[in-house]
């Protein structure tokens, strides 16, 4: 290209010299690409003018405190001072006055006896009235519940089961034959005869609520509580 050039300049001249003449290069200006001193250096957080750094302003660095100024040791009582059998003029491991009163000793509460002891003891049962015996019974076919079929017992109908011979009593809806579980009873025939003929769900629960009596007396059910 250059010696075309030459050769064109040269016709139309032939006396002059052919000369290029060359611009110098211009600067290139790329305004999109901005560079920093360090490239790999991490951008400053909270931003240099942002509002979370003109809030807050320079201030000093904050210290780490120590696991003992975080939380200092309790104040020991003077073991040289403390004699046996004298309460310490230190309220450290002294008997709180009030409940509310934090202390390690044990509450002198639960060094007590119960102020209402239970009176309940199980009774002697006679030989061969033990709780083996009655699940052999249940086991052995007999008629328990002394009704072919289940029933509707209302209130009224109970009430007449309440003697020695033909007890019935309630638990919970359900309506149960406690005749021959009488003799078997740990707590004897005189407490259980305390709900025949009503509803025992409430003593029930007040004196042994852990007891399933679904699985004790399945074979004395004799029905369900309805209304008259």
Request: hydrophobic share 35%.
């Amino acid at each position: 290209m250059a010696s075309y050039l030459k050769n064109w300049l040269y016709a139309q001249n032939p006396n002059a010299s052919p000369s290029i003449e060359t611009s110098p290069a211009e600067d290139e200006d790329d305004t999109e690409t901005v560079h920093g001193d360090d490239d790999d250096a991490p951008p400053a957080f909270p931003a240099v003018n942002s509002a979370q750094r003109a809030a807050s302003g320079p201030g000093p660095v904050p210290r780490i405190l120590t696991d003992i100024e975080l939380m200092p040791p309790p104040p020991a009582p003077s073991l040289a001072v403390r004699r046996p059998g004298i309460a310490s003029s230190s309220n450290f491991l002294a008997v709180p006055p009030t409940a509310s009163s934090s202390s390690l000793l044990v509450p002198t509460t639960t060094t007590k006896p119960p102020t209402n002891p239970s009176k309940r003891a199980k009774v002697a049962l006679a030989p061969g009235h033990g709780p083996l015996d009655w699940a052999n019974l249940k086991k052995s076919g007999q008629n328990l519940r002394g009704t072919d079929t289940l029933l509707r017992v209302t209130p009224s109908m109970l009430k007449e089961h309440r003697t020695r011979e033909d007890a019935w009593s309630a638990f919970s809806g359900k309506v149960y034959n406690l005749t021959h579980y009488l003799p078997y009873h740990p707590g004897g025939e005189k407490e259980l005869m305390r709900v025949a003929g009503r509803d025992g769900t409430k003593l029930f629960a007040l004196t042994h609520a852990w007891v399933n009596i679904d699985y004790m007396l399945d074979e004395c059910l004799v029905g369900f509580m309805v209304s008259e």
